[in-house]
């Protein structure tokens, strides 16, 4: 009788069919986690924005009266309050959005979320200052 070492085929394949459904089962789980995760990073972003907001507002008396993420982003940059950089939405297309009250003592600030209410409970609803605060995914934060 001959000895034969090693694995035949079908005992190949039945290993690669095994791994390849397991890790099938472990990407589909991350694809919420991952939801979550640039969600809870979006409601940090907001709140980081908030504190530079309130560092530009000690200074200046009054909320920047731009309406574009990026122009908000070269209002702190020329206020010299520290903050150089804001934060941009971790999707590609996506933004942030940001809008003052007519007063400029108030404004609202805007990010859409991929996964809704499990991430946090909207702070505000209705539309505020143009921006639609009313549905699940757009989590807002006024001051």
Known sequence: SKNKKGFTLI???VVVSIIGILSSIILV???GARQRARDARRIADLKQTQSGLELYYSKN???PSTSAWSDLETTFKNA???VSRLARDP??????????GNSGQNYVLMAVLEFGDTVATNEVNGTI???????????CVQF
Do not use: H, R, W
């Open 11 to 13: 005992e190949i394949l």
């Open 29 to 31: 789980g991350m694809t």
């Open 91 to 100: 999707s590609p297309g996506k933004n942030y959005t940001y809008a003052q």
């Open 61 to 63: 008396g009054t909320y």
């Open 80 to 82: 010299a309050i520290g």
């Open 129 to 139: 200052f143009g921006v639609d605060c009313s549905t699940e995914l757009n989590y």
